[in-house]
């Protein structure tokens, strides 16, 4: 399949230039040199091409053959991607291991799923079906939480001529026949796909319903719908890859696709080890059934780095095409776009802003754009959510990745310095964070939730904006000298971001929250205020309310009250009203 | 410019380069040589350097000289392709012994008998090969074991300024590391690039004193060797940390200072070669080319070593968000910042507050490990002395008289968390327990209602004890 297309004439790292060159398409597979390096070809000129590599190039010498594939770097997609771990161009990291021990050797070719493993197949198309690109052809029980769905190949259509009845069969057997205007077509179970080219879809479909993600100040202040897109930038140590392994944890979604882009291999580790002794709490099943990985770490060749989140994106695409709803995360986005710029730089391309090329806002906008609600080409609904992590250079927001990305996202969770220093985790700013998927989720969440829920979210965050000004006045002169009812409203806004907004990803209880639990909790807040500004209207003082014994439970509810037991939140709520209007009755009677 | 045309002295070796351009020399009219394959040059002297092979063209090649290029003249210079990337011998033996930033022995010894000779730029660890690292390293310094626990096998730099005692805490860190209940020593491998001479002789010193030289690589690359051989200093010295980690399974703590003058020599090579620069002009791809250091700390299946790694940079201006501390904080796990303004105070060791951080303390620490009270006491620490930084910017506002008493606690607060559970001798070794019952005499000045992120239990059992 493969043949000699070019001469290899300039190595400059991972990009590698060659000279007369025949037949060679734009973004082609193709190998280098006699280790059989693999790379994409990034750029035509004449009979010259640029590639990048996606191994490192050190030996590499001018004279080498290049191989054209005649192909699109592509992914393989069918069952055996759940719960594997890939390099950013699909190689399966724990194969690669029982071949060729701790390291990753150079130019090691294994396939992305596993020829041999056997899987049971229940057909859902007769002969003589009419099926057409995205049809369900059957289904494979992946994991006990994913029934996967055998679909037909986009661009493929006609009739079935021929079916495999149930069994067990491996991923290249020839599943089906189709019998289409070009001749007869074998189906197998899995179908490679260009990972440059988004998977095509019926139609974009608007989305009411959030991605419930456990963690309070998301759901609650700053919530991202499913197909929506979130960046959550911040500098180092502020809690990126926490918020990301939180959201890839609890959230509910069907699929995770996890990419660890340019980040640390022990952070990659972490989650190998821990997802698959982790219990989903809406499946029962290990988180590790619905996970996907895919690993660059940050010393593992920078041209993988650029493919791996098209390589991710293009998974979820596959599982989103099945009717799921998928949640990928890219951590970090900015060492995507920093190996887009060191690429960049090597093909000798005019930079523009702080050194990345021109074209960096185009190539976020495109991965951007693969998120959405969707109804999918077999007429089911799924989703891709985005939430892409962003690491600015010294933690300065106006620099051109979080720039762009701003453009293409519609929340954005911005972490910060001081919070984080302070050990306020998440350290999700609730001043610069913001949610443009209110309006579309409001509804679920006064179905679901509490239909007062919108009123108590814009009760708290008018409470947060009033106390961010009242602050710059203690600043100057201390709280001492604000009235009561002003100092109330600090005292809860700091309950409200000790008790709620910090949500501790160690504790066993407090990691995540169910719905029901963030509603009542936040309820007991907003009621702690507008209980309390009564009572001191009539006459209580701040102090007389902090030393109800009520605050102290209140303070502790997160990690004393389970997920199971809302109602002790009720009960909570009950007492804290007892306990105010008791002190507001004292004073109603003095006052007589 | 002379163009000088060159003499194939042999298929590999040639005599003669085109240009020489700071630490760069051009050679062509050559035989094809490979990416990043190591080159002898040999001057009209006779003097020996090594270089790497930059850029590769048809016939032709940019080589980058580790010794730099005074000497060098176009016609008399010559050139060997060696048809590999720069090995380096490993072995036990090299324990004891002082090597240039290259690995050749700069101690008067010979050269040591190697078992294996290692590509210095290492091979990326598979992630699903790696042992997340959890075990926790008592450093005897309550700073670090309360608030910032290291753990074996993790990369944890010091971030320090200009005069701050960086070299004192490092030291103390290195005579005091142990795993309580377990009778290993740690090897220490140190690289030191672009310092001067008083600092090696004071790490030098101080292994001699604690008797641990014979445990010690050391590689050296001082201030007033040639800039470039610093880029090689840290990849030969994690090689070898390597081979003693993983194939002899030896628990290695490796120490690199100073991290920013590696960063500069790569930021001159970049700037001689016409690269676009990023931030500061530092190349685009200083984040990559750190991490393929940094990330070569951890631990790996199929061996019961480990690498920790140390290293150590100076954040010009005490600017943390320089490249240099910038984009090594986003590789390492954690960073120890140390503080000027403690430092005045004559506090030792001056380490920072609240941005020092150690990511992986989360396993290394509660039952079993350290104390089941650890994770909260330490998160309680940090936020009470985040309280305490604006209790301090209000006071300076509007004097100490005029805060309210709770203000005041915390004032006494930050002032005993400073000066009885920051500070501590350099010959000070407290054990967890020690370190974690001060914290509680600290926190135990602010009335229990303050201490909301400590449990019931704990409070019961700790508070005011
Ligand atoms: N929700 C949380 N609960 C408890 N601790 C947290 C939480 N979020 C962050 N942390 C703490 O902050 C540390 C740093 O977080 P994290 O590794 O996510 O930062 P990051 O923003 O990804 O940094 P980098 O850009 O360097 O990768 C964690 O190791 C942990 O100690
Ligand atoms: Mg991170």
Redesign the interface.
């Known amino acids: 399949m493969y043949k000699v297309i070019g001469i290899v004439d300039r190595v400059l790292g991972p990009v590698v230039h060659a000279r007369d060159v025949v037949h060679a398409q734009m973004l082609e597979l193709v190998e280098v040199g006699e280790e059989r390096l693999i790379g994409e070809i990034v750029k035509l000129q004449g009979n010259r091409i640029s590639i990048q590599v996606y191994e490192d190039t050190t030996g590499l010498a001018p004279g080498a053959s290049v191989y054209g594939s005649g192909m699109p770097l592509s992914v393989e997609l069918g069952p055996g991607l759940i719960g594997s771990i890939y390099d950013g161009v699909q190689r399966p990291l724990e194969t690669i291991k029982h071949r060729a021990g701790q390291f990753i050797p150079r130019g090691i070719k294994l396939p992305s799923l596993d020829r041999e493993r056997r899987w049971p197949f229940t057909p859902a198309v007769r002969q003589k079906d009419a099926v057409s690109g995205g049809q369900i052809l059957g289904t494979v029980p992946e994991t006990q939480r994913i029934l996967h769905k055998i679909l037909i190949p986009p661009g493929l259509s006609g009739s079935i001529v021929d079916i495999k009845p149930e069994g067990e069969y491996t991923v290249d057997t020839e599943i089906a026949v189709v019998r289409t205007a070009q001749g007869d077509r074998p189906v197998r179970m899995f179908h490679p796909w260009p990972v440059r080219r988004g998977r095509p879809i019926k139609a974009r479909l608007p989305s009411d319903t959030p991605l419930i993600t456990g963690q309070r100040v998301i759901d609650t202040l700053f919530p991202v719908a499913k197909g929506g897109t979130v960046a959550v930038p911040g500098g180092f140590g502020t809690g990126k890859t926490m918020v990301e392994h939180q959201v890839a944890k609890w959230s509910d979604a069907d699929v995770v696709v996890y990419i660890g882009c340019g980040e640390r291999g022990n952070e990659m580790t972490d989650v190998l080890q821990e997802f698959p002794h982790l219990i989903d709490p809406r499946s029962g099943r290990p988180l590790m059934e619905r996970t996907v990985l895919i690993a660059n770490t940050s010393n593992m060749p920078v041209a993988a780095r650029e493919a791996s989140i098209y390589t991710g994106i293009t998974l979820a695409e596959y599982f989103r095409d099945q009717g799921y709803h998928v949640a990928i995360m890219a951590d970090s986005t900015s060492r995507w776009a920093e190996a887009l710029r060191e690429l960049s730089g090597r093909m000798e391309e005019m930079p523009a802003e702080e050194g990345f090329p021109a074209y960096l806002p185009t190539r976020l906008a495109e991965f951007y754009e693969r998120a959405g609600m969707v109804e999918t080409l077999a007429g089911e609904k799924g989703s891709i959510t985005i939430i892409g992590a962003v690491s600015p250079p010294g933690g300065d927001f106006s620099e051109p990745v979080t720039q762009h990305t701003k453009r293409f996202i519609r929340a954005f969770w911005a972490l910060d310095r001081d919070l984080a220093n302070a050990r306020h985790y998440p350290a999700i700013s609730w001043l610069d964070s913001y949610s443009e998927y209110i309006d579309d989720v409001t509804p679920w969440w006064t179905r679901e939730g509490d239909p007062e829920w919108p009123r108590f979210r814009h009760e708290i965050l008018d409470l947060l904006q009033k106390e961010s000004r009242l602050q710059q006045v203690v600043k100057l002169v201390g709280a001492d000298v604000l009235p009561d009812t002003q100092r109330l409203i600090l005292e809860v806004c700091s309950l409200f971001k000790n008790t709620f907004l910090q949500q501790s990803a160690f504790d066993k209880v407090d990691m995540y929250s169910t719905v029901p639990k963030q509603v009542k909790m936040l309820k007991i807040i907003v009621m702690f205020y507008r209980w309390g500004l009564d009572a001191i209207q009539k006459g209580a003082t701040l102090l007389k309310l902090r030393k109800m014994k009520v605050v102290s439970d209140i303070m502790r509810m997160k990690f004393s009250v389970a997920n199971e037991e809302t109602e002790k939140l009720d009960a909570l709520a009950g007492r804290l009203e007892r306990e105010m209007r008791r002190l507001g009755e004292i004073y109603d009677i003095s006052e007589k | 410019m002379i163009s000088v045309k060159n003499e194939a002295l042999s298929s590999r070796e040639y005599r003669g380069v085109q240009q020489i351009v700071g630490p760069l020399i051009i050679v062509d009219r050559i035989h094809?040589?490979?990416?990043?394959?190591l080159v002898e040059i040999r001057t009209s002297g006779g003097e020996e350097k090594l270089g790497l092979v930059l850029?590769?063209?048809?016939?032709m090649a940019v080589v980058q000289v580790f010794e730099g290029t005074t000497g060098l003249s176009l016609p008399d210079t010559s050139v060997r392709f060696r048809g590999?990337?720069l090995k380096v011998p490993v072995g036990k033996e090299m324990l004891g012994r002082v090597f240039d930033g290259v690995g050749r022995p700069v101690d008067g010894g010979p050269r040591p008998i190697a078992d294996e000779r290692w590509d210095v730029?290492g091979?990326?660890?598979?992630?699903?090969?790696?042992?997340?690292?959890k075990k926790f390293i008592q450093t005897g310094i309550s700073a670090i074991d309360g608030m910032n626990t290291l753990v074996r096998g993790q990369k944890l730099p010091v971030f320090s300024g200009a005069g701050l005692p960086h070299n004192k805490v490092t030291a103390q860190i290195v005579r005091q590391a142990k795993i309580v209940g377990e009778d290993v020593s740690f090897a220490i491998v140190f690289a030191a690039m672009g310092v001067k001479h008083d600092v090696a002789r004071y790490f030098i010193d101080n292994f001699q004193q604690t008797g641990v030289l014979e445990n010690v690589v050391l590689f050296l690359s001082l201030a007033d060797a040639p800039s470039v051989e610093r880029l090689m200093t840290p990849r030969t010295a994690l090689t070898i940390a390597e081979y003693l980690a993983?194939r002899e399974n030896m628990h290695v703590l490796v120490i690199m200072t100073d991290m920013t003058n590696y960063c500069e020599a790569l930021r001159e090579i970049s700037t001689v070669r016409g690269?676009?620069?990023?931030?500061k002009s530092y190349p685009?791809?200083l984040?990559?080319d750190l991490?393929?250091l940094y990330?070569?700390a951890?631990m790996?299946?199929?061996?019961t070593g480990s690498i920790t790694q140390v290293p150590i940079l100076t954040m010009p201006n005490d600017d943390i968000?320089?490249?240099v501390p910038?984009?090594t904080?986003?590789?390492t796990?954690?960073?120890i910042v140390l503080e000027r303004e403690l430092a005045q105070r004559g506090i030792y060791p001056p380490i920072a507050g609240?941005?020092s951080?150690s990511?992986?303390m989360?396993d290394g620490i509660g039952p079993g490990m350290t104390r089941e009270d650890h994770?909260h006491i330490a998160?309680q620490l940090?936020?009470a002395y985040?309280?305490v930084k604006d209790v301090r910017?209000?006071a300076s506002?509007?004097g100490e008289e005029?805060?309210?008493p709770l203000?005041n606690l915390y004032i006494k607060y930050g002032e005993a968390f400073e000066q009885q559970f920051l500070s501590q001798r350099e010959d000070e070794e407290r054990s967890i327990e020690q370190t974690l019952d001060l914290g509680w005499q600290v926190i135990s000045l602010l009335p229990k209602?303050e201490l909301?992120r400590i449990?019931?239990e704990e409070l019961v059992k700790y508070y005011g004890k």
């Open positions: 094809n040589v490979g990416f990043n394959e850029e590769a063209g048809e016939g590999e990337a730029n091979v990326p660890v598979n992630p699903t090969a790696r042992t997340y690292p993983f690269e676009i620069p990023s931030r685009g791809y984040y990559s991490a393929s990330e070569r951890g790996v299946e199929q061996s968000s320089h490249p910038d984009l904080g986003y590789i796990e954690g960073q609240l941005p951080l990511r992986l989360k994770a998160s940090f936020a985040a309280k910017a209000l506002v509007i005029e805060l309210t203000d209602e909301q449990t019931e």
